[in-house]
């Protein structure tokens, strides 16, 4: 990696701290030999000459590796954090001490600062958005409407941010187009399921130190996030529950081999709750009601309201941190209520993110999406557009490449059959 002085503005922790995040960043980009090839054709081709980016990612070494790729290409690019305390402060002073790139990321940043850096990343007047959960796109069209004329495009890879963005079209306010990342194959398939699957444990496990197996672990949510929570519990021993809305989820959890049942049901049952729904009080006063004693609470789905914490703090007689990132609610009753990392994402609040192997595919869609937005601008009609079938297939290819496998390919005959209708049995 070539680095550049700093010459940007930035708020951050500290800045002496990058040595150290350059050590992370670079073990990270070991594991990420799909965004690295992209990186090194970017360099030559700089595809994002006079482009200006803004990024709102959590702060990761992965993410790093990421923005590094996109300033390679050209890129007049601001980083800010998409979550208060998914922040790492020694990445955050690599990027700007050795990268030149401008970040606005403090962990445990408060919500006025967090707020505060979406208005400076607006103040770049942005052509392409990066976005996680969609606060930068919200807040343009809500606040800034004319700016939307400088906007290309935005991307977006969060099952909670298509969500907005698709509420955003439907009213009539969504005016340029949206690269939908989170649908990518290589993305769902393998960061939802397989990324959030281990990192979610992880971050469970670092915080409380506790053994999983034998525990009873309800899962809120069964989608791709989901999938891959209850995968991982049931390989660590525990006996797991799936609490779901959607009938078609429901039976799929079935017929996967756990209990589902109503949360209602499942709160008097359960010794730990993760959410991963992507909605609003998933988790309510009713049910910590009647939770065990020591039930351990914590999310996994973007944004802080799926447990509904402000309830719980009312009710508490008392809070107290016990562990790191770990807090026990007392209720009156004498019962005790555990919440881990304030209830945002508990693998980036407790623990490190995604594996770097998993985020290889998801920020490679992400990198060549904006390339897509770029290549195409005033080509795409407003409204969300998916990742060409063409990207994906690329990117699994080279991961297939760089892991080392190879796979069969159809002969004439196969793709002469496949490709005609006169053929039968």
Known sequence: MVATPVKQKYDIKDISLAPQGRQRIEWAAREMPVLKQIRER??????????????????????????????????????????????????????????????????????????????????????????????????????????????????E??????????????????????????????????????????????????????????????????????????????????DVIVTEISPVPAIEAAMDGFRVMPMAEAAQQGDIFITVTGNKHVIRPEHFAVMKDGAIVCNSGHFDIEIDLKSLKEQAKEVKEVRNFTEQYILPNGKSIIVIGEGRLVNLAAAEGHPSAVMDMSFANQALACEHLVKNKGQLEPGMHSIPVEVDQEIARLKLQAMGIAIDSLTPEQVEYINSWASGT
């Open 157 to 238: 890879e969060t099952t909670t941010g298509i969500v907005r963005l698709r509420a955003m079209f439907n009213d009539g306010v969504l005016t340029f187009p949206a690269m939908n990342v989170n649908d990518a194959d290589t993305k769902h398939f393998y960061d939802n399921r397989y990324g959030t699957g281990q990192s979610t444990l992880d971050g469970i496990i670092r915080a409380t130190n506790i053994l999983l197996a034998g525990k009873t672990i309800v899962v809120a949510g069964y989608g791709w996030c989901g999938k891959g929570v209850a995968m991982r519990a049931k390989g660590m021993g525990a």
């Open 42 to 155: 970017f360099a030559q081709e700089k595809p994002f000459a006079g482009i200006r980016l803004v990024a709102c990612c959590h702060v990761t070494t992965e993410t790093a590796n990421l923005a590094i790729a996109l300033h390679a290409g050209g890129a007049d690019s601001l980083l800010i954090a998409s979550n208060p305390l998914s922040t790492q402060d020694d990445v955050a002073a690599c990027l700007v001490a050795d990268y030149g790139i401008p970040v606005y990321a403090i962990k445990g940043e408060d919500n006025e600062t967090y707020h505060r850096h979406v208005q400076i990343a607006l103040d770049h007047r942005p052509n392409i958005i990066i976005d996680d959960g969609s606060d930068v796109v919200a807040t343009l069209v809500q606040e800034r409407q004319h700016q939307l004329s400088d906007i290309i495009g935005t991307t």
